[in-house]
């Protein structure tokens, strides 16, 4: 079947962009270099509504009417959706969050920063968080794995918790992921196989 090419809309300044759709497909939601975010209804939405959320967002993830941002005041923000309205930081890091996720659920969010860390964070008290340590540079990616057992960051997996280890076990290093390209890169994941064109399994 064709393709249909879409005249291009102008969404944000010159730089990095990031983009998603709701849940349920209705929205198309892009941040970027600007510190906005916008709302479009559609690709013919010449008014989208926005919501600044710094000076840069570098990252934004959504689910279940939870929007949350990642962005260059070295903060993990929370809103409401489609309302926009502040719902608070979700966390803080030394240098900039570079990427957001949810899980599959929408209980969770992990975030990746510059500062070589990556954080998982409970959306419905902020104060559950456990730091993932072990990165030898920024942090690009990350995601869950759709059973929400593991994490897949740009170099390393880490076991969450859940089967049967103990509660409150920390999380461990499971295996490293060796990157082919200079080029940072997000990562998917199927429910048996991590997938990635550009990373690998080292054993």
């Known amino acids: ?17 990031e ?14 270099n600007d510190g906005d975010v916008r709302i479009w209804e559609s690709l013919d939405d010449d008014d989208p509504k926005f919501i600044t959320v710094g000076e840069k ?10 929007l949350v941002t ?30 957001v996720t949810f899980n599959s659920c929408g209980s969770r969010v992990a975030a990746g920063s510059s ?11 902020s104060s559950q968080q456990k730091t993932l340590r ?4 920024p942090v690009l990616s990350v ?8 994490l897949v960051s740009k170099c390393k997996v880490f076991f969450l918790g859940g089967g049967t280890r103990r509660a409150g ?19 998917a994941t199927t429910p048996k196989l991590f997938l990635q064109t550009s990373l690998r399994f080292i054993k």
């Open 70 to 99: 990642a962005t260059s005041n070295n903060t993990v923000q929370i809103h409401t959706f489609p309302d926009g309205d502040p719902d608070g930081i979700l966390t803080r890091f030394t240098t900039n969050a570079t990427h």
């Open 1 to 17: 079947m064709p393709c249909e090419r879409k005249p291009m809309r102008y969404g944000h300044s010159e730089g990095h962009t």
């Open 143 to 150: 995601t869950f794995d759709p059973k929400d057992e593991f």
């Open 57 to 66: 967002a570098y990252s934004l993830a959504l689910k279940k009417g939870k």
């Open 134 to 137: 072990g990165h030898e540079a």
């Open 19 to 32: 983009v998603c759709f709701d849940d349920a497909g209705r929205f198309l939601v892009t941040c970027g």
């Open 115 to 125: 500062d070589f860390m990556v954080k998982v964070v409970e959306v419905a008290d």
């Open 169 to 187: 076990a920390p999380p461990i290093c499971l295996c490293s992921v060796c990157q082919h390209s200079s080029r940072g890169w997000l990562v």
